[in-house]
């Protein structure tokens, strides 16, 4: 049962456009969520983080949209650089259940064309 | 200075055998974490300490067994490894449980032949 879905394994994106990831939940306790980005041989490192009070946060270049009714999020980079190139995992929890525990998706690898 | 550092990177290994992976942290942090990932990618959580307290315990074989010698060591001891076991495990720290940024290590590839 597969309670965050990123759909889209991969995505390319010209240097200097937007990058748009997209995540999927069905769980409608999760109310806090976070973008994790992973370069090869290293653990994935924090992004960005949304409550689920807030329906956009933004960071630099990077935003976070909430979608609450849609149970949908995304993250936004503008502009893509190709250091921004790496897998970028959603994860969600429920802040109120106690069970301490985030629901990784399965990633999507984008890749910034130089 | 590493924040999570994981020892071995690589680990080979026969059916059957016993092997540990340790973690350390150095950032103060109360919980730790012990996660899988799979051939499919996804990033499955296997174990949580606060205090050095279970706090999550997944369905995992008994055959894993964390142990919490400490707030800043984690380590993972599999016994009688299966070719099923061959993963990438992480171990990641934060300050509280859920609610907060996890710091992870950099993984282990366990291949089991």
């Known amino acids: 049962d597969q309670q965050v879905k990123q759909n889209s394994p991969s995505l390319s994106v010209q240097e200097g456009r937007i990058s748009i990831l997209n995540c999927d939940y069905t769980?409608?306790?999760?109310?806090?969520f976070l973008w994790y980005k992973k370069y090869p041989a290293e653990g994935p490192t924090f992004l960005i983080s949304i409550s689920s009070i807030k329906d956009k946060n933004e960071d630099g270049r990077f935003t976070v949209f909430l979608n609450k009714s849609a149970k949908h999020l995304s993250l936004h980079i503008v502009p893509s650089q190709p250091g921004d190139s790496a897998v970028y995992f959603c994860?969600?929890?429920?802040?109120?259940?106690?069970?301490?525990?985030?629901?990784f998706g399965t990633g999507t690898r984008l890749k910034v064309l130089a | 200075d590493t924040a999570v550092s994981q020892t071995p990177k690589y680990l080979v290994t026969q059916m059957g055998n016993d092997k540990s992976i340790k973690c350390e942290q150095n950032l103060g942090h109360d919980t730790m974490y012990w996660y899988k990932q799979d051939s499919k990618k996804f990033l499955k959580i296997m174990f949580s300490?606060?205090?050095?307290?279970?706090?999550i315990n997944e369905t995992v074989p008994n055959r894993f067994s964390p142990k919490s010698p400490d707030k800043a060591h984690l380590n993972l001891h599999i016994n009688s490894l299966e070719l099923g076991d061959s993963a990438v495990y992480f171990c990641?720290?934060?300050?509280?449980?859920?609610?907060?940024?996890?710091?992870f290590g950099p993984g282990t590839r366990l291949t089991v032949l």
């Open positions: 990641a720290s934060s300050q509280f449980p859920v609610s907060d940024t996890q710091y």
């Open positions: 300490y606060n205090n050095k307290e279970l706090i």
């Open positions: 769980n409608s306790m999760f109310d806090y």
């Open positions: 994860a969600a929890t429920s802040t109120t259940s106690g069970t301490y525990k985030y629901i």
